[in-house]
């Protein structure tokens, strides 16, 4: 992956870009990308992959006007412009799951399908989701994680001081925001019925973060979603078994968004 | 040299077992821990022993907000300063502090202290604070907008204590077509502000701003600590703004414990204030610190220090050691602070008599002793007992 940054109304955003195919935006969830996330490299083999860190993520500055999620979505849609890239297949995994949302229910002319993998964003009553923030790191790994990848994982944050400062970085602005209501815009059901291109959604078979009563509740409120499942991981599909979740996005791809 | 109590009112009833079951005394601890009939002799006595302090001469008493925990009972410290209103008659009233930003509408807060101030005629201080992190997770608001709110929560209390309404606020947190106080505050052109903090340099730069002035009261830490951030707050004074700074704009709280003998003191001490510091402050590094509510410089600092009170099992011997609490003989005691407020200078001293499990009979001998043979000495001293401090003027 080649990093290059770009400027969106002068915001410095930093950006992953490698692979061969059609065109591909991986929007992250609230861990952000550490460097190597395996899942993306393998969407790589099939797509034009472009990942940016968001906003106060990574190596992206902040910006000052972009709040909260909405902000984000519309941010994002002036990202899209600028990349002038026409339809991009676009997938988001944890609050990047939602952001996709929040893009998709106010403009689609942009994308030509939608992946949404452990996505937060909707709030289903009576299913609570987990606090990533509050618990303890190894209650963190335990919920991001299904088997014993997390130390390594978190080792990989610990490397170098550069790295840290970016784990540090990620949970600031993950927090920025999703912090209240966490990972979730409660209004977000009213309006999921506007996405109109074809839509996955994708999720861990251990998920304990975000329940999968999320994954049925999206299936039902967006028109035409199929839903799948990745046996043996939780919350981080794309780190815990990429080739599965690579595979199941080209898959889908290759089906129905063509 | 002005002496406060002050007072955290905490549920010294809580069972303290519960610490094998969970991770901290604020948050997540159940509330079915806490039993309102206990509450209710606890309030009262506690609110006793505030009045006692008033009527043996101290020169304020404080009481200070915390939500959703065992540690401190006041959510709301506005209650407890109502109460405590009507029932002195010229202690300063010290609410230190209030969290402004972490209400969705601090103007009422804001009518609030006015009232206190209309009612005691003067007498009421108002501390903001940004509240600690544990009460970002327990009102759920945003800390990574926490330093923000503040700022702006603070300009909008300001201008509508200050400026004639009715008036529009627009800032980025908060909105209001018409500020337009009534009660406005009896002190003008407001009551006094205060900014309590375990530590901050970006808080101390900005109470010591010549715009404000504000007193910056140091809690809870070792006495390097306390005199790495006061002497900040002259240095800042002097060499970011050019000004020399009052040494009334300072102060430091630190619980006390006194009797006859270092080692009684030592003894009677020692159960309630171990209590404090390792069951009812127990709070994990990521309750502490939500993500957003440090700059991720001061984070780094807080986890390669792990210099916060809460983060390490104490004893009453290494408390008493690092100076985060003074314990002793009245000569003993005595002597400590005189001694630092010959380093230091500083005008405000409040002093937690209650803390932990100490039981009324216990804290009001602490009190009478207090008052009686350190307070005196100590509200003697002026700048002429102050050694001061070479500041470099700015370049």
Same mark, same amino acid.
């Given at each position: 992956?080649?990093?290059?940054?770009?400027?969106?109304?002068?915001?410095?955003?930093?950006?992953?870009?490698?692979?061969?195919?059609?065109?591909?935006?991986?929007?992250?969830?609230?861990?952000?990308?550490?460097?190597?996330?395996?899942?993306?490299?393998?969407?790589?083999?099939?797509?034009?992959?472009?990942?940016?860190?968001?906003?106060?993520?990574?190596?992206?500055?902040?910006?000052?006007?972009?709040?909260?999620?909405?902000?984000?979505?519309?941010?994002?849609?002036?990202?899209?412009?600028?990349?002038?890239?026409?339809?991009?297949?676009?997938?988001?995994?944890?609050?990047?799951?939602?952001?996709?949302?929040?893009?998709?229910?106010?403009?689609?002319?942009?994308?030509?399908?939608?992946?949404?993998?452990?996505?937060?964003?909707?709030?289903?009553?009576?299913?609570p989701r987990a606090d990533m923030f509050v618990c303890s790191?190894?209650d963190?790994?335990?919920?991001?994680?299904?088997?014993?990848?997390?130390?390594?994982?978190?080792?990989?944050?610990?490397?170098?001081?550069?790295?840290?400062?970016?784990?540090?970085?990620?949970r600031?602005?993950?927090a920025r925001?999703s912090w209240a209501p966490r990972l979730c815009?409660?209004?977000?059901?009213?309006?999921?019925?506007?996405?109109?291109?074809?839509?996955?959604?994708?999720?861990?078979?251990?998920?304990?973060?975000?329940?999968?009563?999320?994954?049925?509740?999206?299936?039902?409120?967006?028109?035409?979603?199929?839903?799948?499942?990745?046996?043996?991981?939780?919350?981080?599909?794309?780190?815990?078994?990429?080739?599965?979740?690579?595979?199941?996005?080209?898959?889908?791809?290759?089906?129905?968004?063509? | 040299?002005?002496?406060?109590?002050?007072?955290l009112m905490p549920y010294?009833?809580l069972?303290?077992?519960y610490a094998?079951k969970y991770r901290a005394a604020w948050v997540v601890l159940p509330n079915t821990y806490f039993?309102?009939?206990?509450g209710?002799?606890?309030?009262?006595?506690?609110?006793?022993?505030?009045?006692?302090?008033?009527?043996?001469?101290?020169?304020?008493?404080?009481v200070n907000e915390h939500h959703q925990n065992a540690y401190g009972l006041m959510p709301s410290p506005v209650v407890t300063?109502?109460?405590?209103?009507?029932?002195?008659?010229?202690?300063?009233?010290?609410?230190?502090g209030n969290a402004f930003c972490l209400r969705e509408h601090p103007?009422t807060v804001?009518?609030?202290?006015?009232?206190?101030?209309?009612?005691?005629?003067?007498?009421?201080?108002?501390?903001m604070v940004r509240g600690i992190g544990a009460e970002y997770f327990s009102l759920g608001v945003n800390p990574a907008y926490s330093h923000?709110r503040f700022?702006?929560a603070?300009?909008?209390?300001?201008?509508?204590?200050?400026?004639?309404?009715?008036?529009?606020?627009?800032?980025?947190y908060?909105?209001?077509?018409?500020?337009?106080?009534?009660?406005?505050?009896?002190?003008?052109?407001?009551?006094?502000?205060?900014?309590?903090?375990t530590?901050?340099?970006?808080?101390?730069?900005?109470?010591?701003?010549?715009?404000?002035?504000?007193?910056?009261?140091?809690?809870?830490?070792?006495? #390097?600590? +306390?005199?790495?951030? @006061?002497?900040?707050?002259?240095?800042?004074?002097?060499?970011?703004?050019?000004?020399? =700074? /009052?040494?009334?704009?300072?102060?430091?709280?630190?619980?006390?414990?006194?009797?006859?003998?270092?080692?009684?003191?030592?003894?009677?001490?020692?159960?309630?204030?171990?209590?404090?510091?390792?069951k009812l402050l127990r709070l994990p590094f990521e309750m502490l610190f939500p993500p957003g509510y440090l700059?991720?410089?001061?984070?780094?600092?807080?986890?390669?220090?792990?210099?916060s009170?809460s983060?390490?099992?104490?004893?009453?011997?290494?408390?008493?050691?690092?100076?985060?609490?003074?314990?002793?003989?009245?000569?003993?005691?005595?002597?400590?602070?005189?001694?630092?407020?010959?380093?230091?200078?500083?005008?405000?001293?409040?002093?937690?008599?209650?803390?932990?499990?100490?039981?009324?009979?216990?804290?009001?001998?602490?009190?009478?002793?207090?008052? #009686?043979? +350190?307070?005196?000495? @100590?509200?003697?001293?002026?700048?002429?007992?102050?050694?001061?401090?070479?500041?470099? =003027? /700015?370049?």
């Amino acid at each position: 992956m080649q990093h290059s940054e770009i400027e969106v109304r002068g915001c410095k955003l930093n950006m992953r870009r490698g692979g061969r195919g059609e065109p591909l935006l991986y929007l992250h969830g609230a861990q952000g990308l550490n460097g190597h996330e395996p899942g993306i490299d393998a969407l790589a083999e099939n797509f034009d992959v472009i990942a940016p860190d968001h906003p106060g993520f990574g190596k992206s500055d902040l910006a000052g006007d972009v709040d909260d999620i909405a902000d984000l979505a519309l941010f994002y849609l002036d990202v899209l412009d600028l990349l002038d890239l026409g339809r991009v297949h676009v997938v988001g995994q944890c609050i990047g799951g939602w952001l996709a949302l929040e893009i998709a229910i106010r403009n689609t002319g942009h994308i030509k399908s939608l992946t949404l993998v452990n996505s937060a964003g909707l709030r289903v009553k009576g299913v609570p989701r987990a606090d990533m923030f509050v618990c303890s790191e190894p209650d963190l790994l335990k919920l991001l994680f299904a088997g014993d990848f997390g130390s390594e994982w978190l080792q990989s944050w610990r490397a170098s001081s550069d790295a840290e400062d970016i784990y540090d970085r990620n949970r600031a602005a993950a927090a920025r925001y999703s912090w209240a209501p966490r990972l979730c815009n409660p209004k977000l059901d009213r309006w999921l019925h506007r996405i109109d291109v074809p839509t996955h959604i994708v999720w861990g078979d251990e998920e304990r973060l975000i329940p999968f009563a999320y994954a049925t509740a999206l299936k039902q409120r967006i028109p035409g979603a199929t839903l799948a499942t990745i046996a043996g991981c939780a919350h981080m599909p794309h780190v815990e078994k990429p080739q599965a979740f690579a595979g199941e996005i080209s898959k889908f791809i290759r089906s129905a968004a063509r | 040299m002005k002496i406060f109590i002050f007072h955290l009112m905490p549920y010294a009833d809580l069972d303290m077992g519960y610490a094998d079951k969970y991770r901290a005394a604020w948050v997540v601890l159940p509330n079915t821990y806490f039993d309102p009939k206990k509450g209710h002799e606890l309030y009262n006595r506690y609110l006793d022993e505030l009045e006692l302090a008033a009527e043996l001469g101290f020169d304020g008493i404080s009481v200070n907000e915390h939500h959703q925990n065992a540690y401190g009972l006041m959510p709301s410290p506005v209650v407890t300063a109502s109460a405590l209103s009507r029932r002195t008659k010229s202690a300063r009233i010290a609410i230190l502090g209030n969290a402004f930003c972490l209400r969705e509408h601090p103007l009422t807060v804001a009518e609030e202290h006015a009232m206190i101030d209309c009612i005691t005629g003067g007498r009421l201080i108002t501390g903001m604070v940004r509240g600690i992190g544990a009460e970002y997770f327990s009102l759920g608001v945003n800390p990574a907008y926490s330093h923000a709110r503040f700022q702006e929560a603070h300009d909008l209390v300001v201008e509508a204590w200050t400026k004639p309404g009715p008036f529009s606020f627009e800032g980025k947190y908060y909105h209001f077509d018409y500020v337009n106080l009534w009660p406005r505050p009896y002190q003008q052109p407001h009551p006094p502000i205060w900014a309590p903090s375990t530590g901050s340099t970006e808080t101390i730069e900005w109470a010591a701003h010549p715009s404000r002035k504000y007193v910056y009261l140091q809690a809870y830490s070792p006495t #390097r600590s +306390v005199a790495r951030y @006061l002497n900040y707050y002259r240095e800042c004074a002097q060499r970011m703004y050019g000004y020399t =700074a /009052a040494s009334n704009q300072i102060g430091w709280s630190t619980p006390v414990y006194v009797a006859d003998t270092d080692e009684k003191a030592r003894l009677e001490a020692k159960p309630h204030i171990e209590v404090l510091f390792n069951k009812l402050l127990r709070l994990p590094f990521e309750m502490l610190f939500p993500p957003g509510y440090l700059s991720t410089k001061s984070l780094k600092n807080m986890r390669s220090h792990k210099h916060s009170v809460s983060g390490q099992e104490h004893t009453v011997d290494t408390l008493i050691e690092q100076g985060i609490i003074v314990c002793g003989s009245p000569d003993t005691v005595r002597k400590q602070f005189m001694d630092t407020h010959r380093l230091l200078g500083f005008q405000n001293l409040l002093c937690l008599l209650q803390f932990g499990t100490l039981p009324r009979d216990l804290t009001e001998k602490n009190i009478r002793l207090f008052a #009686r043979e +350190v307070m005196p000495a @100590l509200q003697a001293l002026t700048d002429k007992e102050y050694a001061g401090m070479e500041v470099r =003027a /700015a370049e």
